[in-house]
């Protein structure tokens, strides 16, 4: 079955950086675009970044667009999410996201941004 596993989210200070890892299984991961979501509690959740099934299209929330990176490696399964010049309002859980025929989640990770 489809998995999505986030992993790499705690707790930094503002202006530091963090990289989310979302390891995937049960699909054929190159046929997939990937993308980072993140919900703050009473919001929905909000498109972060998307890539493409093999990396050449990326797109941002202008909320993150030069601080933010979106990388995939098709042989490892996995999508990345670098966040650099980490503020305070990012602070929200972040869900990886696998749309293939149907459209799949990962459970999130938490990411703070305090100090």
């Known amino acids: 079955q489809v998995q999505l596993v986030e992993s790499g989210g705690g707790l930094v200070q503002p202006g530091g950086s963090l990289r989310l890892s979302c390891a995937a299984s049960g699909f054929t991961f190159s046929n997939a675009v990937m993308s980072w979501y993140r919900r703050t509690p009473g919001k929905e959740r909000d498109l972060v970044a998307v890539?493409?099934?093999?990396?050449?299209?990326?797109n941002y929330a202008d909320s993150v667009k030069g601080r933010f990176t979106i990388s995939r490696d098709n042989a490892k399964n996995t999508v990345y999410l670098q966040m650099n010049s980490l503020k305070p309002e990012d602070t929200a859980v972040y869900y990886c996201n696998a749309r293939i025929l149907a459209t799949y989640w990962g459970q999130g990770t938490q990411v703070t941004v305090s100090s």
């Open positions: 890539i493409s099934s093999f990396g050449g299209s990326k």
